[in-house]
Antibody, heavy 120, light 108 residues
């Protein structure tokens, strides 16, 4: 069974940093691109970033480029998102998602998400 | 970057048909995917490549894509279909994944 489990969320002060993790199981992790998506309270889904299976193709949404960094450890079947220079606008539920095929395909599996709250 | 539009809400009586639209410039030339998100849950794949249906999704859900509008149709709506529905495309121009703003389906 494919499983994605996010962790690392919490309360952080404005300007602070956080590292989110996504532990994957049930599939050959290194063969699939992964994405991060977030959802602010009461709002819709916002795509953040993608990383290809081999880590060579990385993309970011304009709103987080330069502040967020995506990475992966295929040996540990783990995906990461480093969040820096956080503001209140970054308060959201953060989801990792597995692509069905290629780097830009639909998401056939989502994690349950981890909550990030930016507040003083 | 590419912009998708969706009606904020759709209300439908049980047993009737609900249609949720997703508008975008020449969207027919893009692969459109749909997700369903129930309160307190993560999104789940509903429709892929305009009209494909993953295993576990009832046949009451169908999708189409033509011109500037993609549509997901829910036939014989049930109370359990109450959820937010999001369309998604990959914008190859900006190299960004794009989600529509979402449509809340309410079963009267």
């Amino acid at each position: 069974e494919v499983q994605l489990v996010e962790s690392g969320g919490g309360v952080v002060q404005p300007g602070g940093s956080l590292r989110l993790s996504c532990a994957a199981s049930g599939f050959n992790f290194g063969s699939y691109a992964m994405h991060w998506v977030r959802q602010a309270p009461g709002k819709g889904l916002q795509w953040l970033s993608l990383i290809s299976g081999d880590g060579d193709n990385i993309r970011y949404a304009d709103s987080v480029k330069g502040r967020f960094t995506v990475s992966r450890d295929n040996g540990e079947s783990s995906l990461f998102l480093d969040l820096n220079s956080l503001t209140g606008d970054d308060t959201a539920f953060y989801y990792c998602a597995k692509v069905a095929r290629g780097d830009y395909d639909y998401f056939d599996q989502w994690g349950q998400g981890t909550q990030v709250t930016v507040s003083s | 970057s590419y912009v998708l539009t969706q009606p904020p809400s759709v209300a439908v009586a049980p047993g009737e048909t609900a249609r949720i639209t997703c508008g975008g410039n020449r969207i027919a030339y893009m692969n459109v995917h749909w997700y369903q998100q129930k309160p307190g849950q993560a999104p789940r794949l509903l429709i892929y490549y305009d009209g494909g249906r993953p295993s576990g999704i009832p046949g009451r859900f169908s999708g189409s894509n033509s011109g500037n509008t993609a549509t997901v149709t829910i036939s014989r709506v049930e109370v359990g279909d109450e959820a937010d529905y999001y369309c998604q495309v990959w914008d190859s121009s900006s190299h960004h994944m794009v989600f529509g703003p979402g449509t809340k389906v309410t079963v009267l």
